[in-house]
């Protein structure tokens, strides 16, 4: 059995010219989330169907899975135009380093919907 990761975000996993970047990237992503939902081992964000929403989500993906080897991702596209949603899930205890990493970059009147 493998070791699991500790609840900490590695930004040395990231090369030192993409970090800002990186973190440019998580502000401008979160701060489009419309709405959240709650998941039993994490949250799932709701962003627009937009092509450039769609790939920041996927910059976003592939940086963090780096620095935070322990989340695991998702993204889910609704048919007829409708939204994305971005999961980030995880084991158990996972869901407060989540809103810990991102939390400060939604829009203060998003709310979390409980499923």
Known sequence: MTQESPFACDMTAIAPEQRGAHVATIKKLFHLVRSIRELP????????????????????????????????????????????????????????FIMAEVGDHLDGNVQIAKR
């Open 41 to 96: 081992n994490g949250y799932a964000f709701e962003l627009l169907n937009e092509s450039d929403v769609l790939l920041t989500a996927a910059e976003f993906i592939v940086n963090e899975r780096l620095c935070c080897p322990f989340f695991d991702f998702a993204l889910e596209v609704e048919r007829e135009s409708g939204p994305v949603w971005l999961s980030l899930t995880g084991r158990e205890g996972v869901k407060p």
